[in-house]
């Protein structure tokens, strides 16, 4: 019922009515379903007539299926109406020790064990405690490895837990795993123990955003956030149709909503914008979070701001140059590796394509911000992304001699550690510090940071259920 609440049934009549009939014609008679207030309730009586009627469940699953074709809900009604849940499949004492052990425990980074054991799946972030999580997990599919979801969990916590009760409940595990026929599952997950994330590690929340392929004052808005710091590519999140001059609040809506997620993690985070050439200047330096309380809060004080290129991330053909170029910069990040662009570079057609062709070369400062549209032979954006740098930066006004000096400054030490620089140093430029270059131009100075080994599929349809944002319009809702 409540998935059916999930896809939008419980508030709407109409939609209730429509499910009765296909439920109906599915079963070839009527059903008796008493009315009820709320809509809520009038679910809980479709739901239980369905399940004393001979072919009413699967009726139902196909209802729901015609309804809500390839979403998340009509796959969760096919798997509980179809499979057996594991938590019926275990005895009744084994169940109820293991609540006792869980009930009430809380171990460090819940959430993100949760989301380890659901896999693709998108479990709910709000579980009380593991053992909450554990019935929550005993729903979800098995996945090819052969050990259910809810048994990974089990595991996952004994490694977090003190050595006696994670030694009973691994023993808990291998019963139950026997006695599913897991076991293989199992001894492969121990073979492969998760560990902590490192030092250093970082969740990223990546928002694209594309222009609206029939509206130019709109724009297509998809994210994906990462809750788990070793785990990529997470679920994809909704896709929202977004007037122009509202996106700037709808990314400060992601942005509160993945706060709230990352609430229990203590690392660091960033943002990250992939956009299209034609929207690369976009602002996003510049936007805030927290509009709502009156006082809304630059984004650059609370995380590092890049952007990554839309174009290079959907042409596989230029991915080798990239990913060795990548490699090359963790390997050498020396500042000596920096390429500045002067206006002689794009005079003569593919000359500046034979300057990046050598290997010395892994970040590229523009001469200007890149224009709209790409000049065949010429240009510097074109260029450092069919090249595989990695990083190339601009500022939309300021000289080349004092943006060298800036730059400069900002790679003196490690290029590792450029996003992070930047960071600071638009904070500092607000502090007014005494340092040896003048750092207000940072404030304006745009970073592309492309890191190929975390991509994403642009054309898979959206997995992680968000409520829309209150400024995506009514088409968004839709989508």
């Not at 109906?24 to 239980?48: C, M, S, W």
């Not at 293991?98 to 693709?120: K, T």
């Not at 006004?397 to 490690?414: I, M, Q, Y």
Request: glycine content about 6%; charged content about 25%.
């Amino acid at each position: 019922m409540n998935v059916l609440a999930t896809a939008g049934l419980a508030v709407d009549p109409a939609g209730r009515a429509l499910l009765l009939d296909l439920i109906h014609d599915n079963l070839g008679f009527q059903l008796t379903i008493p009315d009820q207030v709320t809509g809520r309730d009038h679910l809980i009586e479709v739901v239980n007539a369905c399940a004393k009627a001979d072919g009413g469940m699967n009726a139902l699953a196909g209802a729901v299926r015609m309804m809500r074709p390839d979403t998340p809900e009509s796959d969760h009604v096919r798997r509980l109406t179809h499979q057996p849940r594991m938590y019926d499949l275990l005895p009744d004492a084994e169940l109820m020790w293991l609540r006792s052990m869980l009930s009430g425990l809380i171990p460090p980074r819940l959430s993100a064990s949760v989301r380890r054991a659901a896999g693709s799946g998108e479990p709910p972030s709000d579980v009380r405690d593991a053992w909450a999580a554990f019935c929550v997990l005993t729903d979800f599919n098995t996945p090819a490895s052969g050990l259910p979801p809810a048994l990974a969990f089990v595991e996952y916590v004994a490694a977090k837990c003190a050595p006696g009760l994670a030694g009973e409940l691994r023993a808990w595990n291998t019963l139950q795993a026997r006695r599913l026929q897991a076991e293989p599952g199992l001894r492969e997950l121990r073979a492969d123990p998760q560990p902590d994330s490192p030092a250093g590690a970082r969740l990223h929340l990546m928002i694209v955003v594309q222009p609206d392929g029939i509206d130019p004052g709109r724009h297509q808005v998809s994210f994906w956030r990462q809750d788990d710091p070793e785990v990529w590519p997470p679920a994809r999140g909704g896709l929202h149709t977004v007037a122009g001059d509202q996106l700037e609040r709808h990314v400060d809506a992601l942005v509160v909503d993945a706060e709230k997620a990352w609430a229990e993690y203590r690392g660091e985070v960033a943002l990250e914008f992939v956009l299209p050439r034609a929207l690369l200047n976009l602002p996003v330096h510049r936007w805030c979070k927290e509009h709502e309380t009156g006082d809304p809060r630059p984004l650059f004080l609370d995380y590092p701001i890049v952007l990554r290129s839309l174009e290079r991330m959907r042409s596989p053909q230029w991915h080798r140059a990239w990913r060795m170029r990548w490699e090359a910069m963790a390997t050498e990040p020396s500042a000596e590796r920096v390429y500045f662009c002067t206006a002689d570079d794009t005079g003569e057609r593919h000359r500046l394509d034979a300057i990046l062709s050598e290997e010395q070369w892994i970040v590229m400062v523009l001469a200007a911000a890149p224009s709209l549209r790409p000049r065949p032979g010429e240009d510097e954006l074109a260029a450092g992304l069919r090249s595989g740098l990695p990083a190339l930066l601009w500022h939309p006004e300021a000289s080349l001699d004092l943006l060298r000096e800036v730059v400069t400054w900002l790679v003196d030490g490690s290029l590792n550690d450029l996003p992070v620089q930047v960071q600071k140093s638009r904070r500092a430029a607000f502090r007014k510090l005494t340092i040896p270059v003048d750092l207000r131009p940072v404030r304006d100075l745009v970073i592309l940071w492309d890191d190929p080994s975390r991509l994403v599929f642009l054309d898979s349809p959206p997995f992680r259920p968000a409520p829309p944002p209150g400024n995506a319009d009514e088409r968004g809702r839709a989508s």
